[in-house]
């Protein structure tokens, strides 16, 4: 029994009869697809680990900043 319809004007799409879901059977193009989604995780993962770079810089600046003003606040 086939559950898939042909999307019109698509030679790679069908329709799941069952779920209504599109699906590609184009190999090539779902491999790019993860590739691409691959891409952005890492990316998204590389943005994530440079804000927190930054959130401790400016910590440890705050800090630098405190000492520094207990520093003159002594003399």
């Not at 698509?10 to 779920?19: C, E, M, N």
Request: net charge positive; hydrophobic share 30%; glycine share 2%.
């Amino acid at each position: 029994m086939n559950n898939f319809l042909k999307v019109e004007g698509h030679s790679s799409l069908v329709r799941d009869k069952v779920t209504g879901a599109i699906l590609n059977t184009n190999r090539n193009d779902y491999d790019a697809y993860r590739e691409s989604r691959r891409k952005l995780q890492s990316r998204e993962a590389e943005i994530s680990q440079h804000t927190e770079d930054i959130n401790n810089i400016k910590n440890e600046l705050r800090d630098i900043k405190e000492l520094l003003l207990q520093l003159v606040s002594t003399k």
